[in-house]
Structure formats: structure tokens, C-alpha cells
């Protein structure tokens, strides 16, 4: 059975910073183009980051450019993102998600398997 867990999520203050990593079993997932994804209550899954399989091309949502970085070590975990300088607003449930392609995406349909998400919030 192939599973993506997602872990390092939690509560931090208005400022903070987190590291989310994606675990997988069932399979290898480093020749995946992997990405993260976020739900905030009551809200749509919107894109956050992705990373193509050999490590580039890298997309970042607007929202977290310059204060979210992805990375991924095929060797441990499949993908890591770190978040820094985090604001309320990035208050949500965090996905990882996996596509069986070179280059990374930044649509939800793309991505083939799902993890079922870390709570991340943000304190004011």
C-alpha cells in the first residue's frame, strides 16, 4: 500500500518558523515530482511549493515566496519545506503529494498520491 505521512507540523507564534517532511512507504518516490499543498478552514486546497524530480525546476506559490523553501533527499524523506517568517494567514492543513512525472506541477489534479496532512498554526 503506498502512503505519503506528513509530519512537523504544530503551533508557532506570528514570526515562527517549521519544518514539514514527507515521509513514504510502499514505494520510493524519487522519481516523483513531489509538492506541498495547504487547506485553511472553510477554504479550497491551494497550491504552496513543488519540486521536480531531479531536484529542478521549483515552483512557489506568491503567497510563500521567499519565506518557504522545498527540498527534497531521496536518499531519507521524498520532500521537506521548510517555512520561515510564518503569518497567520498560513494557518492550515498541509498535504504532500506525489506525480509520477519528471517535472514538478503546480495543479492538485497532477498529483497522483496524497498524504493525509499536518495541522499548521500560526499565532497572532
Known amino acids: 500500500q503506498v502512503q505519503l505521512v506528513e509530519s512537523g507540523g504544530g503551533l508557532v507564534q506570528t514570526g515562527g518558523s517549521l519544518r514539514l517532511s514527507c515521509a513514504a512507504s510502499?514505494?520510493?518516490?524519487?522519481?516523483?515530482?513531489m509538492g506541498w499543498f495547504r487547506q485553511a478552514p472553510g477554504k479550497e486546497r491551494k497550491f504552496v511549493a513543488a519540486i521536480s524530480r531531479s531536484g529542478g525546476p521549483i515552483y512557489y506559490s506568491d503567497r510563500v515566496k521567499g519565506r518557504f523553501t522545498i527540498s527534497r533527499d531521496n536518499a531519507k524523506n521524498p520532500v521537506y519545506l521548510q517555512m520561515n517568517s510564518l503569518k497567520p494567514e498560513d494557518t492550515a492543513v498541509y498535504y504532500c503529494?506525489?506525480?509520477?512525472?519528471?517535472?514538478?506541477?503546480?495543479?492538485?489534479?497532477?498529483?497522483?498520491?496524497w498524504g493525509q496532512g499536518t495541522q499548521v498554526t500560526v499565532s497572532s
Open positions: 503529494a506525489a506525480r509520477n512525472f519528471v517535472t514538478a506541477s503546480t495543479k492538485e489534479y497532477d498529483y497522483e498520491y
Open positions: 510502499g514505494r520510493t518516490f524519487d522519481n516523483y515530482a
